[in-house]
């Protein structure tokens, strides 16, 4: 196990929840669990972030040709709207 600044506990967990921690194991294992919990959050913001940066780019572009010329032509229906 590693503390939440990456450093590592010295003392193993040798058991685990169905067969029962003692209090020292398992507070050994909150550390793992509260950096996890904050690694998905601060992550989750930054795709977010990312995400709000690509939409703000892309909001004005448009797609005036009616074929590209690629192999597998997709058929655009300007009346379709099934998204």
């Known amino acids: 196990m590693?503390?939440?600044d990456?450093?590592?506990i010295e003392t193993p967990i040798?058991?685990?929840f169905r067969e029962g921690l003692n209090v020292l194991q398992y507070f050994i294992s909150t550390h793992?669990?509260?950096k996890g919990l904050a690694d998905t959050a601060l992550k989750t913001a930054n795709s977010g972030y990312l995400t709000r940066r690509l939409?703000?780019?892309a909001q004005d572009?448009?797609?005036t040709e009616?074929?590209?010329g690629t192999p597998g032509?997709?058929?655009h229906d300007p009346g379709y709207r099934g998204w």
Do not use: E, Q, Y
């Open 14 to 16: 040798t058991a685990n």
């Open 61 to 63: 572009l448009v797609v």
């Open 73 to 75: 032509r997709h058929h």
């Open 6 to 8: 990456g450093s590592i």
């Open 32 to 34: 793992g669990a509260r």
């Open 66 to 68: 009616d074929d590209c």
């Open 55 to 57: 939409v703000d780019v």
């Open 2 to 4: 590693a503390k939440p």
